[in-house]
Structures are given as structure tokens and as C-alpha cells.
């Protein structure tokens, strides 16, 4: 059992806790070069996800310094360094703004407005979201407390992604799109908090010295606070995903329902389009020379209720020319 416990100790290997608190305090601030690098990936960024492009995404969350501040709280709350903890989020409140204001100025002057589903994808977060924080924040901080660092911090930066949710916060705010801005920007929230919480866990963990003395009492105000902090993030995002969830179920019962249907029958689909936000539902399709009588449409209608598609119109459009479809594609 102790050589188990020995093969996943965090203590060999570590760095000098000097050497590491010295590299986290150093990367905190947001002056002079620093706030030009965040400047220029959130441009990177928002180019990114207003053309679709991952690879560019990626490209900028690695050269985003966001990590900074937010590992220094960490660190700050686990040392119950509490000057350090106001400069690291006096920090990362300018880095914020920076980063809202640059990719809110992108984006109105962008000619391009459409949602694309980068963005769109920042939109919703659920309790994957925390999972990814929680599990990169650990990530993170295991590696910058190594004396052999080795190369997880840019995969920390691309898997917590904190650059696209503030990005489509920008976006949100540029087409006054207050539901994106907020969603958004509780994903951003999400990312920070969870990474800060992971960091404060490995640094009680690994024990580094408190820089101030803080009795039992203050200590479990800090602790309780936390906890509170996390159910309140929590709570929203197991939502979120449950939602998640059930549109999915509803998604993959419309597809069987086309497939079978309609598709296996010989009839050519050739436009879908599953409006989900109203109330009922609405699937529209589109076929190819094929117009349906009404006793059709009600069968059809019946036919979803079988499948568990309830609430939903079923809008079949008008039949689309053979020669029509052959000579436009």
C-alpha cells in the first residue's frame, strides 16, 4: 500500500516552494507587455471564432498570459496570503475588461454578426465545464510546482479555454445579445473559479508555509466560503447539462423519426431544420417532388408521437422541382 501511496506522491519531484511562489507572483500583473500579448490573442481569438476556425482558437489560448492571476489567487487563498490575493484580482478584473473591451470594438466593426458554432458553443456551459476546469486547474498547478516542468501548461491553456467564452462575451455585447454576453461570460466565471479552487486544493496539499497567521475560525470562513462559492457555480451548470441532455434525446428521436420514416421510404430530404425555442417545436422539412396530402401529414404527425416527439409541429413546405434541384446544384 505505501509503495502505491509513494508512486503518486506530488512531494518528489517538486520545486523549491520558494522558486514556485516567486514564478507565480512574477506572472500575475498586467502591465506593459503582458497586457499587449492578452490584447493581441483576444484579437486572434475573436478572428477565430468569427470565421470557425479551432486551429486559431487554439493559437491564441496559447499565447493568452489569462493563467496568471487566477493560479496567484490560488496559491494567495492556500498561503492565506491575502495582499497577493487582492493584486492577483485587481488583475484579473483589468485583464478581464481588456479582453471585453477588445473583443466587444472587434466585433462591432466585424461585417461578419452571424452566430457560428464556436461561438455558439461558449454559449451554454454545463458541469463538463467545471469537470474540465477542475481537472486542467489540477493539471495546471501539479506542473508549475515541478523542477522539470515539461510541456502540460499549453494543454492546460487550450483545455480551460478562458480566452473563447470572453471573446463571445465581446460578441454578445457588439450585437446586444444580452443571453450570449451573460452565458458567456458565467462560463468565464466557471474556468477562473474552478482553476483557483484546483490550485488552493494542490498547495494545502503540498503544504506551503502560511505567509500569515489566520486562527481556526478565520480559516473555516475561508473554507465555508469556498464551498458555498462551488454549490452556487455547481448548481446552475448539473442544469445546464441536464438540459443538455434532454435535447440530445429529443435531437437523436427526430433523426430516427426522418430516418425511418420518410428517408427509408424513398422520399428525398432535402432541407431539415429543428426549431427548438418556441413553444410548440417545429421541425420543418423539405423533399424533393413530393407534395403530401393532409391525411398524410396527420399520419406523419401520429407517427412522432410514437417516436416521444411531442410538443412539435411538423412543417413538410412545399415540393421542390426535380428539374429545379438538378439544374441548381
Same mark, same amino acid.
Given at each position: 500500500m505505501n509503495k502505491i501511496l509513494r508512486f503518486f506522491d506530488l512531494h518528489q519531484g517538486e520545486e523549491k516552494?520558494?522558486?514556485?511562489?516567486?514564478?507565480?507572483? #512574477?506572472?500575475?500583473? =498586467?502591465r506593459g507587455a503582458n497586457a499587449w500579448i492578452l490584447a493581441c490573442a483576444i484579437v486572434v481569438a475573436s478572428?477565430?471564432?468569427?470565421?470557425? #476556425?479551432?486551429?486559431? /482558437?487554439?493559437? !491564441?489560448m496559447l499565447i493568452s498570459p489569462l493563467m496568471g492571476p487566477i493560479v496567484g489567487a490560488g496559491f494567495a487563498l492556500g498561503t492565506f496570503d491575502f495582499p497577493l490575493l487582492k493584486k492577483s484580482l485587481k488583475n484579473l478584473l483589468i485583464a478581464t475588461l481588456i479582453s471585453l473591451v477588445?473583443?466587444?470594438?472587434?466585433?462591432?466593426? #466585424? +461585417? =461578419?454578426?452571424?452566430a457560428q458554432s464556436e461561438l455558439l458553443a461558449r454559449t451554454s456551459p454545463n458541469i463538463y465545464d467545471v469537470m474540465i476546469a477542475i481537472f486542467g486547474g489540477l493539471v495546471g498547478v501539479i506542473a508549475i510546482t515541478r523542477v522539470d516542468k515539461g510541456n502540460p501548461i499549453p494543454g492546460v491553456a487550450i483545455a480551460t479555454a478562458l480566452m473563447p467564452p470572453l471573446c463571445t462575451a465581446g460578441y454578445g455585447l457588439?450585437?446586444?445579445?444580452? #443571453?450570449?454576453? !451573460?452565458?458567456?461570460?458565467?462560463?468565464?466565471?466557471?474556468n477562473c473559479v474552478f482553476i483557483c479552487i484546483s490550485t488552493f486544493v494542490i498547495v494545502k496539499y503540498l503544504r506551503y508555509p502560511k505567509t500569515h497567521y489566520v486562527d481556526q475560525q478565520r480559516e473555516k470562513r475561508i473554507t465555508q466560503s469556498i464551498t458555498i462559492i462551488t454549490i452556487i457555480l455547481v448548481l446552475p451548470s448539473i442544469y445546464f447539462a441536464y438540459n443538455l441532455l434532454q435535447e440530445k434525446k429529443y435531437t437523436n428521436k427526430v433523426n430516427q423519426f426522418v430516418q425511418q420514416e420518410l428517408s427509408n421510404k424513398g422520399y428525398t430530404v432535402i432541407y431539415?431544420?429543428? @426549431?427548438?425555442?418556441?413553444? +410548440?417545436?417545429?421541425? @420543418?422539412? !423539405?423533399?424533393?417532388s413530393k407534395k403530401f396530402s393532409k391525411k398524410e401529414v396527420e399520419s406523419l404527425q401520429h407517427s412522432m408521437e410514437t417516436f416521444g416527439i411531442t410538443n412539435t409541429t411538423l412543417d413538410l413546405?412545399? +415540393? /421542390? +422541382?426535380?428539374?429545379?434541384?438538378?439544374?441548381t446544384v
Amino acid at each position: 500500500m505505501n509503495k502505491i501511496l509513494r508512486f503518486f506522491d506530488l512531494h518528489q519531484g517538486e520545486e523549491k516552494k520558494e522558486a514556485v511562489l516567486e514564478n507565480v507572483v #512574477s506572472n500575475i500583473s =498586467f502591465r506593459g507587455a503582458n497586457a499587449w500579448i492578452l490584447a493581441c490573442a483576444i484579437v486572434v481569438a475573436s478572428v477565430g471564432l468569427n470565421v470557425n #476556425s479551432t486551429a486559431v /482558437i487554439i493559437g !491564441a489560448m496559447l499565447i493568452s498570459p489569462l493563467m496568471g492571476p487566477i493560479v496567484g489567487a490560488g496559491f494567495a487563498l492556500g498561503t492565506f496570503d491575502f495582499p497577493l490575493l487582492k493584486k492577483s484580482l485587481k488583475n484579473l478584473l483589468i485583464a478581464t475588461l481588456i479582453s471585453l473591451v477588445v473583443s466587444f470594438i472587434y466585433f462591432l466593426l #466585424s +461585417p =461578419f454578426k452571424e452566430a457560428q458554432s464556436e461561438l455558439l458553443a461558449r454559449t451554454s456551459p454545463n458541469i463538463y465545464d467545471v469537470m474540465i476546469a477542475i481537472f486542467g486547474g489540477l493539471v495546471g498547478v501539479i506542473a508549475i510546482t515541478r523542477v522539470d516542468k515539461g510541456n502540460p501548461i499549453p494543454g492546460v491553456a487550450i483545455a480551460t479555454a478562458l480566452m473563447p467564452p470572453l471573446c463571445t462575451a465581446g460578441y454578445g455585447l457588439a450585437i446586444g445579445n444580452f #443571453s450570449f454576453f !451573460a452565458g458567456a461570460l458565467f462560463l468565464y466565471i466557471i474556468n477562473c473559479v474552478f482553476i483557483c479552487i484546483s490550485t488552493f486544493v494542490i498547495v494545502k496539499y503540498l503544504r506551503y508555509p502560511k505567509t500569515h497567521y489566520v486562527d481556526q475560525q478565520r480559516e473555516k470562513r475561508i473554507t465555508q466560503s469556498i464551498t458555498i462559492i462551488t454549490i452556487i457555480l455547481v448548481l446552475p451548470s448539473i442544469y445546464f447539462a441536464y438540459n443538455l441532455l434532454q435535447e440530445k434525446k429529443y435531437t437523436n428521436k427526430v433523426n430516427q423519426f426522418v430516418q425511418q420514416e420518410l428517408s427509408n421510404k424513398g422520399y428525398t430530404v432535402i432541407y431539415e431544420k429543428l @426549431e427548438m425555442n418556441g413553444n +410548440p417545436k417545429k421541425l @420543418e422539412l !423539405a423533399f424533393l417532388s413530393k407534395k403530401f396530402s393532409k391525411k398524410e401529414v396527420e399520419s406523419l404527425q401520429h407517427s412522432m408521437e410514437t417516436f416521444g416527439i411531442t410538443n412539435t409541429t411538423l412543417d413538410l413546405g412545399l +415540393p /421542390i +422541382p426535380r428539374w429545379l434541384f438538378i439544374r441548381t446544384v
